[in-house]
């Protein structure tokens, strides 16, 4: 039993494409994340939800959407992709917000652009 | 934006005690110290965490100093599996959310 899935494990796209990847949490948490590795390996997070509302937005630029249609899953819509978003992309999830929640990561999404 | 400093890298021989050192000198009293560690490839894997006193469980150690300017990760019996990349984390609060901030982390090499 996962406890957050990803979906696709791997995806390999042409610059300019549009892509989506989604996540699934089956922990009955209330609070998503997704966040990004590079290739030097620095994680940094992007988005976090809080019961289907974004409370966390990094900067992202706006081509980047993610969507939770409900509180078990957080998607990832990219659009127009550029070579820079090639990354790791993991999901998260957390009981809350409070600062003491533990975080649970997904297996990671590999994005390649060409 | 990491408010943690860790060496870049640690050994240590398989059965021995992995001490995984993190200076954290600007940290507040309310925030806390996580440990995760990132296992080649695979998400990171949350391990222990703490805000004053020392914290145990079935994977780890955690011993603060008293100022909590410093703490350090102890794998009291380091096996090949244990060979990660581990990251000393303080839980930043912005608003209302509250986000994980890697930095750069260990990267411990167990051997035989």
């Known amino acids: 039993d996962t406890a957050v899935s990803q979906t696709p494990k791997y995806l390999v796209t042409q610059m300019g494409n549009d892509k989506s990847i989604k996540c699934e949490q089956n922990l009955g948490h209330d609070t998503m994340y997704w966040y990004k590795q590079d290739s030097k390996k620095f994680l940094k997070i992007m988005f976090s939800y809080n019961n289907k509302e974004l409370i966390i937005n990094e900067t992202v630029p706006n081509r980047f959407s993610p969507k939770s249609p409900d509180k078990a899953h957080l998607n990832l819509h990219i659009n127009s992709l550029e070579l820079g978003d090639s990354a790791v992309y993991f999901c998260a999830s957390s009981s809350g917000l409070a600062q003491q929640e533990t975080q649970y990561f997904g297996p990671g999404t590999r994005l390649l652009v060409l | 934006d990491a408010k943690t400093t860790q060496p870049t890298s640690m050994d240590c021989a398989e059965g021995r005690a992995a001490n995984l050192p993190c200076n954290h000198s600007t940290i507040s009293g309310n925030e806390y110290v996580y440990w995760y560690r990132q296992i080649h490839s695979q998400g990171p894997q949350y391990i222990i965490h703490?805000?004053?006193n020392n914290e145990t469980n079935e994977m780890a150690s955690l011993i603060i100093t008293e100022d909590r300017k410093s703490s350090t990760l102890i794998l009291p019996h380091a096996t090949l599996r244990d060979t990660a990349v581990y990251y000393c984390i303080v839980r930043v609060r912005t608003g209302t959310a509250s986000k994980l901030t890697f930095g750069t982390g260990t990267r411990l090499q167990v051997t035989l």
């Open positions: 703490g805000l004053k």
